[in-house]
T-cell receptor
Framework: DADVTQTPRNRITKTGKRIMLECSQTKGHDRMYWYRQDPGLGLRLIYYSFDVKDINKGEISDGYSVSRQAQAKFSLSLESAIPNQTALYFC???????????????FGPGTRLTVL | GENVEQHPSTLSVQEGDSAVIKCTYS??????FPWYKQELGKRPQLIIDIRSNVGEKKDQRIAVTLNKTAKHFSLHITETQPEDSAVYFC????????????FGSGTQLTVLP
């Protein structure tokens, strides 16, 4: 789904470095999410945002921060990367609840992050 | 909060056979249960969902059943094909609320030719 894009697609970094992952969407959705995927653990929610002024912690927010620069942009930062943050990161969007909206989440292509 | 358990973690079937993946949830208020398919190297994509006002929903070879009393729901794939090989995730939430989607841990389905 080209409507949700992520950059970079792959990143290798070293322990202690600051990293930013970016997500953009053209779907016009208000809600955006950052997930982390690890083998055997499914998709775990890091942070989510319902609009530009709304930021909420998810299940595993420690060590991460986010910024919602505009309706279409939601960035995830690792202030000081550590090896156990090595994972596949997905951004997702969904529509706000409403008569004609659904709860469907649309995922970006993912960013594979390796922290050495 | 919601907790979703998914079984099995891996499943191998012969092409043409059926596959069943089961999930249980903990929050009786949840009323929206989607299933996502993630092919190798790709993003998760919704394949089917069910809301708690129905007990079963079908879309060609896939179907989802829901038992609200027992708090479990299942994905059924009939006449499996090699292209069905993927990781499947179940999820649950209270639709339209601020509660977030909680995912199961995933099932790696392999369809053997």
């Amino acid at each position: 789904d080209a409507d949700v894009t992520q950059t970079p697609r792959n990143r290798i970094t070293k322990t202690g470095k600051r990293i930013m992952l970016e997500c953009s969407q053209t779907k016009g959705h208000d809600r955006m999410y950052w997930y982390r995927q690890d083998p055997g653990l499914g998709l775990r929610l890091i942070y989510y945002s319902f609009d530009v002024k709304d930021i909420n912690k998810g299940e595993i927010s420690d060590g991460y921060s986010v910024s919602r620069q505009a309706q279409a942009k939601f960035s995830l930062s690792l202030e000081s990367a550590i090896p156990n943050q090595t994972a596949l990161y997905f951004c997702a969007t969904s529509d706000a609840p409403g008569q004609f909206s659904t709860d469907t989440q649309y995922f970006g292509p993912g960013t594979r992050l390796t922290v050495l | 909060g919601e907790n979703v358990e998914q079984h099995p973690s891996t499943l191998s079937v012969q092409e043409g056979d059926s596959a069943v993946i089961k999930c249980t949830y903990s929050d009786s208020a949840s009323n929206y249960f989607p299933w996502y398919k993630q092919e190798l190297g790709k993003r998760p994509q919704l394949i089917i969902d069910i809301r708690s006002n129905v007990g079963e929903k079908k879309d060609q070879r896939i179907a989802v059943t829901l038992n609200k009393t027992a708090k479990h729901f299942s994905l059924h794939i009939t006449e499996t094909q090699p292209e069905d090989s993927a990781v499947y995730f179940c999820a649950a939430k209270l639709s339209g609320s601020a509660r977030q989607l909680t995912f199961g841990s995933g099932t790696q389905l392999t369809v053997l030719p």
